[in-house]
């Protein structure tokens, strides 16, 4: 079955970066548009960024445009979050997403796969 393993979170001071992977086992990943979403508590899963199969195409949320960069490796099944600049704001249990489609998707609820998320806290 799909499988999507996020890591690389952490506790990084403001200003700082920190870079995410998700690893996908299971599927053909090349045919798979992957997404970043965040949840931080008492708020809602909120979309970050999300980038096509073949990784050509990708789509930031306006809060961490010019922060964030989204790229995938399709011969480790695995999509990367690079973040910079990074804001107390950014503080969420980050998680990766998949879905088997052509387009990039921005709403959750278009995603059929979640990771199990990993914690980034950003300290003022």
């Known amino acids: 079955q799909v499988q999507l393993v996020e890591s690389g979170g952490g506790l990084v001071q403001a200003g700082g970066s920190l870079r995410l992977a998700c690893a996908a086992s299971?599927?053909?990943?090349?045919?798979?548009?992957m997404g970043w979403f965040r949840q931080a508590p008492g708020k809602e899963r909120e979309f970050v960024g999300t980038i096509n199969g073949g990784g050509s195409n990708t789509y930031y949320a306006d809060s961490v445009k010019g922060r964030f960069t989204i790229s995938r490796d399709n011969a480790k099944n695995t999509v990367y979050l690079q973040m910079s600049s990074l804001r107390p704001e950014d503080t969420a249990v980050y998680y990766c997403a998949a879905e088997r489609t052509y387009w990039v998707l921005l709403d959750s609820r278009e995603y059929d796969y979640w990771g199990q998320g990993t914690q980034v806290t950003v300290s003022s």
């Open positions: 299971g599927l053909t990943f090349s045919t798979y548009v």
